[in-house]
T-cell receptor
Framework: DAGVIQSPRHEVTEMGQEVTLRCKPISGHNSLFWYRQTMMRGLELLIYFNNNVPIDDSGMPEDRFSAKMPNASFSTLKIQPSEPRDSAVYFC????????????????FGPGTRLTVT | AQSVTQLGSHVSVSEGALVLLRCNYSSSVPPYLFWYVQYPNQGLQLLLKYTSAATLVKGINGFEAEFKKSETSFHLTKPSAHMSDAAEYFCAVRTSGNTPLVFGKGTRLSVIA
């Protein structure tokens, strides 16, 4: 299996521009998570999906952030407009999401997208 | 709500010395606990997990962790540090099915030759 795939790996953009980060979860996984990692705040959960449905988006910083999962094999995280404080590494993770087994399931992380907003 | 606390944001050990990374959890129900490792410029990968089958859990790369309910701890150890162990280590907890892991702040391990 190719693992969780994220693109792009690096993104440099100017303040005010729209940024779209992409994620392809492991085939067959039903749960998908978006995290943000910074030196100051550590690893923060932004949003997660079960069976393509957003379950909890309380971690999304503000309305400039939005996430979609149109099908089981693709998700996007969009920032519009972007600001310098959005600079971070964004991780996507997936897990099998099997009914009754969710407690013990590990999350499989992608390599991350390093976003720099100037 | 469940949480984990990792004591020490940075730990430095000599090559060949014991590695001990501390994690304490807070949970009102039996937790499922995980340790992840993050190498520079990479994503997180699972080292080991506790799922109540055994209190001493062995993971990859010679790491192990012991679940101690009385101390609400799940410390990570390795008898002899290698240079390749230098990385960031995260403890995480889950107490409900199909919910995201809750991660600690991480501990950066440095190994000195």
């Amino acid at each position: 299996d190719a693992g969780v795939i994220q693109s792009p790996r690096h993104e440099v953009t100017e303040m005010g521009q729209e940024v779209t980060l992409r994620c392809k979860p492991i085939s067959g996984h039903n749960s998908l998570f978006w995290y943000r990692q910074t030196m100051m705040r550590g690893l923060e959960l932004l949003i997660y999906f079960n069976n393509n449905v957003p379950i909890d988006d309380s971690g999304m910083p503000e309305d400039r952030f939005s996430a979609k999962m149109p099908n089981a094999s693709f998700s996007t995280l969009k920032i519009q407009p972007s600001e310098p404080r959005d600079s971070a590494v964004y991780f996507c993770a997936s897990s099998p999401g099997r009914a009754g087994r969710g407690y013990e399931e590990e999350q499989y992380f992608g390599p991350g997208t390093r976003l720099t907003v100037t | 709500a469940q949480s984990v606390t990792q004591l020490g944001s940075h730990v430095s050990v000599s090559e060949g010395a014991l590695v001990l990374l501390r994690c304490n959890y807070s949970s009102s129900v039996p937790p499922y606990l995980f340790w992840y490792v993050q190498y520079p410029n990479q994503g997180l990968q699972l080292l080991l997990k506790y799922t109540s089958a055994a209190t001493l859990v062995k993971g990859i790369n010679g790491f192990e962790a012991e679940f101690k309910k009385s101390e609400t701890s799940f410390h990570l150890t390795k008898p002899s540090a290698h240079m390749s162990d230098a990385a960031e280590y995260f403890c995480a907890v889950r107490t409900s099915g199909n919910t995201p892991l809750v991660f600690g702040k991480g501990t950066r391990l440095s190994v000195i030759a």
